[in-house]
């Protein structure tokens, strides 16, 4: 059946029959009463039965039409509810935020931000995916997450890259390491060091290898894990020192580690927003994009 109706045909049905006449009913949906009978005339000939009794004194429901005002009641209802759901989330109110971010970012760009956010939209929930660097590329390009934080995406044409800070590597190494009072070191200084690194599939591991390419003597790495944390954890353990980006070993995160800035090369990556060209973000996780932009580009460049 073809249906050929619109939603005040519904609400002039249901007008009617709470009222059980049709001049209250026009009264209150502001219509005049023939305007009211087309509308309740189309609707008995969309579906073909009757839906009223009507005579001179009175209007009453058929048995159809008692059975098709409950139907209708709960189709209103639920359409009011998805009315009401889109504004919600139009409106902060509820809903998810996913957002995908390299670790270093976790601990120091989000908390103050999602503190803040949460505070304003306590019902919106956010969903934080710390991953690798290539992992947080791909879950922005497929669109699991809303938008992310990474030093990878810049070059490719499918991602706005928004840079956000500016970050130098230094030589991680225990506080009692004989170079650890020295204020800058260069690679070539540090060659006969035991260097401990993440694995080549790294994006960390990646920068440092491509600013090396040309270095005519590399450090010699002996031991690889696969995350920052791990390396940080051998290099505090005494097993060697390790070149990491700055914010890794800043005081108030490791206290018994020292990062010096490393030099000739100077290497340094950009931490950015990514997003996915020409995607449009929910309100929400709008919201909270702006605000991580925001406060982050207020952060001085580290050097």
Not at 294 to 301: D, G, N
């Amino acid at each position: 059946m073809r249906i050929n109706y619109e939603l005040h045909d519904l609400q002039a049905f249901v007008a009617v029959a709470e009222r059980g006449s049709f001049r209250q009913a026009a009264d209150d949906l502001f219509l005049s009463q023939s305007a009211l009978s087309r509308r309740i005339d189309k609707l008995e000939d969309s579906l073909g039965v009757k839906l009223f009794e009507r005579t001179t004194r009175r209007v009453r429901l058929t048995n159809v039409g008692q059975t098709f005002l409950v139907n209708v009641r709960t189709a209103l209802d639920d359409l009011e509810d998805a009315v009401l759901g889109v504004a919600d989330l139009a409106a902060h109110r509820t809903g998810t935020v996913t957002l995908a971010c390299v670790p270093t970012a976790v601990w120091h760009f989000l908390p103050e931000v999602l503190k803040r956010f949460s505070a304003r939209f306590p019902r919106i929930r956010v969903r934080v995916h710390d991953e690798s660097a290539q992992d947080v590329l791909n879950l922005v390009l497929n669109g699991e997450a809303d938008f992310g934080i990474n030093f990878a995406g810049a070059e490719n044409p499918e991602i706005v890259f928004d840079p956000i800070y500016v970050e130098s590597y230094v030589l991680a190494m225990r506080r009692d390491h004989p170079l650890a009072t020295r204020k800058v070191l260069s690679w070539k200084e540090t060659v006969d060091e035991r260097y401990i690194s993440v694995a080549k599939s790294s994006g960390n591991r990646s920068v440092i290898d491509a600013a090396l390419a040309g270095v005519e003597k590399h450090p010699l790495i002996f031991c690889e894990v696969n995350h920052v944390s791990g390396v940080l954890a051998l290099v505090e353990a005494g097993m060697g020192v390790a070149a990491v980006p700055g914010l890794s070993v800043l005081p108030e995160r490791l206290e018994g580690i020292v990062g010096v800035p490393l030099v000739n090369p100077e290497i340094k990556r950009t931490l950015g927003l990514i997003s996915k060209r020409n995607h449009s973000m929910a309100p929400a996780a709008r919201t909270l994009f702006e605000m991580l932009s925001e406060a982050l580009l207020k952060r001085p460049a580290a050097s």
